[in-house]
């Protein structure tokens, strides 16, 4: 068992849930109240320092008794550790989480993922949309058990929404230039982007 | 004897046997030439998405050489490409930009459908794949396997020669353009569901349209 979990049952109490040893790999349960609480507490502390989001994903087990869950793999890059983090959504309410895109930049995209095929709202998400699926697909969640597996319409009702699509309406030209953002950018990415990829100062500067 | 008939120039016949002859005319001589210069300088487009593309490739480099045949320049613009040729699968997400991409061609063009997956959707018979590329733009030559060697890439550009060859300038309505019809569909709905029919594990699967 890795000991990042008596760590954070010394830590967080009753926040966190069963532990268990599977195939090698530590899995904890947290409750989802605390989970941004604990997900910080484990990059930030130094013993723990889980400084990389490997991914984001969900489970919905064929047992309709058991919730939904959110899972994150965490991974110690310095110790050479792993962690996996799961949460379980609310089986009778809304199934919302709290995004950790503050935390790790990385889970911005895997976390849109999580919600184009379950339709788990992560909140405080800055850009919650579809990133698989086109933005009008209408049919649903299709990682969901209850999602046919040739989805809900026709082949024809599919073929004529898919025809339908705009291809160019997936990014504007203001999201894919980095020029109209330059002065939002963290200094040190703007001085990697002055400096290109040969990492030196043009002359003429 | 009635004026008409003194040297058959105002005969009813006279403008139909005077258009057949420059039919076979054109048949006989202008077709055989300009089939056989379409066919031969062949300008593919290639559309590659999945592991197909990787034997398309193969197909283009030395070993195989598809510029034997005449394809010795490929087109990455598809306004200069004569044939499109869609290696691998489709998923619906992709399925408005090769309909741009042929609508963009021009005439005139031909499809290959390279690969089980882009002919018949193949094994991903499932939510998010086109069931057959030919729901979207209309096909020529269908090439299977999974994927097909670059033989049998080449077998189909042959089969594509062929029927090019076979083709005539004054056959009516062969360079028509094929629009997506009022419902944004190439094909009428029953047809597309006809050939993407439910089997195997999900075979009770409702199909509300």
């Known amino acids: ?205 | 004897m009635g004026k008409h008939d003194v040297s058959g120039i105002a005969s009813p016949n006279w403008l139909t046997t005077r258009a057949e002859a420059l039919f076979d005319w054109v048949k006989q001589r202008v077709d055989p030439a300009v089939n056989w210069s379409r066919a031969n300088s062949l300008w593919p487009m290639p559309f590659g998405t999945a592991c197909c593309a990787i034997e398309f490739m193969a197909a283009a480099a030395s070993r195989f050489d598809f510029a034997r045949f005449g394809m010795e320049r490929q087109a990455f613009s598809p306004r200069q490409a004569d044939v499109l040729i869609c290696a691998g699968r489709l998923p619906f997400k992709l399925a408005p930009v090769i309909r741009r991409i042929y609508d963009q061609m021009p005439q005139p063009k031909w499809v290959i459908s390279m690969g089980a997956c882009a002919s018949t959707g193949g094994v991903f018979d499932n939510y998010a794949m086109v069931q057959g590329i030919d729901t979207v733009v209309p096909v020529d030559v269908y090439v299977p396997g999974c994927p097909p060697r670059p033989e049998g890439l080449l077998y189909g550009v042959l089969l594509l020669h062929k029927k090019i060859k076979g083709e005539s300038l004054v056959t009516a309505g062969l360079r028509d353009e094929q629009p997506l019809d009022d419902r944004g569909l190439r094909l009428p709905p029953a047809t597309i569901d006809e050939i993407s029919e439910p089997f195997g594990n999900s075979l009770h699967q409702f199909r509300s349209a």
Request: aromatic share 10%.
């Open chain 1, 1 to 205: 068992m890795n000991p990042s979990v008596a760590a954070l049952r010394a830590t967080f109490g009753s926040a966190i849930g069963r532990a268990m040893e599977l195939c090698g790999d530590t899995i904890v349960y947290v409750d989802r109240a605390h989970l941004v609480d604990v997900l910080r507490w484990l990059r930030d502390t130094p013993g723990q320092a889980y400084d990389y989001l490997v991914d984001v994903t969900a489970v919905e087990y064929r047992d309709r008794e058991r919730p939904l869950e959110v899972v994150y793999f965490l991974r110690a890059l310095a110790r050479v550790a792993d962690l996996r983090v799961k949460v379980e959504l609310d089986p009778a309410g809304e199934l919302a989480v709290d995004s950790v895109a503050s935390l790790w930049a990385g889970a911005n995209w895997l976390e849109r993922e999580v919600y184009d095929m379950f339709g788990v709202t992560f909140r405080g998400h800055p850009d919650l949309r579809r990133i698989l699926m086109w933005e009008t697909y209408a049919e649903g969640y299709p990682l969901r058990k209850d999602f046919p597996l040739r989805g809900r319409f026709s082949r024809a009702e599919q073929v004529r929404q898919a025809l339908n699509a705009n291809p160019e309406a997936h990014y504007s030209l203001e999201e894919l230039s980095l020029a109209d953002v330059q002065a939002e950018l963290p200094p040190d990415m703007v001085d990697r982007l002055r400096r290109g990829e040969r990492g030196t100062v043009p002359h003429s500067e």
